[in-house]
């Protein structure tokens, strides 16, 4: 069922609730890109994407996801979880001994939802291009998703794959990047400059388009733009701004908030800040 944007926003509320609570839990994670992608991880699931919480492997007549920068992997935990792929309460085992819930999502646990394994950035957007071909040999009209960091783009296979979905008209394939312009070490800009990402990706024969990543209704109206200009001929591109840690006013626009977890003083002024929509786990 489809929910309004105040619906979605109050679940991406929760999800940034499940978020610190993971990464506290374990004082282990990456909190600050997880809240800055909240609501385009909820969106995806609760709005823009055909797909079912009884999962099987091949994904065969529905839409795919595939998350690139792996590390971020509290906020896709707690949308499958809140979307129905397993009980929230298993987030309470995020990171620690014999978890589903590994710190980078893998599959030989098992977790539903969960189609690669993405530890090692710059591979999403490869295996996201082969999925979308094999739908495509298929006759399978459904879509395939995926997610970038920004700071990834550093990684050289990702050019690849770039120059090869145009040529080989991937036009069943939306990929998106989170631009938030920090990464582990600092500023993109600081540490190797991106430049102009929409007049590369153009240049390479990409349809882009902009987005608000932490605004839900321009996510969700980007969304459904994306999906209407699949079939054309051309990958899309949604090229989403976000700021690190949105949601938690400490952790906003810092790179220090890549990989680091809150203590209990930080948690609970987080929590204070984020409203309770769902039932805690």
Same mark, same amino acid.
């Given at each position: 069922?489809?929910?309004?944007? *105040?619906?979605?926003? *109050? ?14 839990g ?17 969106a ?28 971020i ?14 009980? &929230? ?7 620690k001994? *014999?978890?589903?819930l ?14 690669? /394994?993405? @530890?090692?950035?710059?591979? !999403?957007?490869? #295996? ?40 080989n008209? #991937? ?9 938030? @312009?920090?990464?582990?070490? !600092?500023?993109?800009e600081? #540490? ?21 990543? *932490? ?5 969700? =109206?980007?969304?459904?733009? /994306? ?5 054309? @001929? =051309? &990958? ?19 790179? =220090?908030?890549?990989?680091?977890? &809150? ?8 929590? /204070? ?5 769902? =039932?805690?786990?």
């Amino acid at each position: 069922m489809k929910q309004t944007i *105040n619906e979605l926003e *109050n679940i991406a509320s929760q999800v940034r609730r499940d978020i610190v609570r993971m990464v506290h839990g374990c004082q282990s994670g990456h909190p600050g890109g997880s809240l800055g992608c909240a609501d385009f991880v909820t969106a995806l699931y609760f709005e823009a994407m055909n797909h079912s919480t009884d999962f099987k492997m091949k994904g065969e007549g529905e839409d795919l996801f595939f998350l690139s920068n792996g590390h971020i992997s509290p906020v896709w935990y707690s949308v499958l979880a809140r979307s129905g792929y397993f009980d &929230p309460s298993e987030m309470v085992t995020f990171r620690k001994l *014999n978890t589903r819930l590994q710190g980078h999502p893998t599959t030989h646990e098992h977790l539903p939802g969960i189609r690669i /394994a993405s @530890g090692s950035l710059g591979q !999403g957007l490869s #295996v996201s291009i082969g999925a979308a071909l094999a739908k495509k040999l298929n006759k399978d009209t459904s879509l395939v998703y995926t997610l970038l960091g920004d700071g990834e783009l550093q990684e050289g296979q990702n050019w690849e794959a770039i120059m090869f979905a145009p040529h080989n008209k #991937v036009d069943n394939l939306i990929a998106t990047i989170d631009y938030n @312009g920090q990464q582990i070490d !600092g500023p993109t800009e600081k #540490v190797l400059s991106l430049e102009n990402l929409q007049a590369k990706f153009e240049a390479f024969g990409w349809h882009v388009i902009t987005s608000n990543g *932490n605004d839900m209704e321009d996510i969700v =109206k980007a969304l459904h733009y /994306a999906k209407s200009l699949t079939g054309k @001929g =051309k &990958p899309i591109l949604n090229l989403m701004s976000t700021q690190m840690g949105s949601g938690v006013d400490f952790m906003m626009g810092s790179h =220090k908030w890549h990989g680091v977890a &809150p203590n209990d003083e930080q948690l609970a002024a987080a929590l /204070a800040q984020l409203n309770s929509t769902l =039932k805690d786990y």
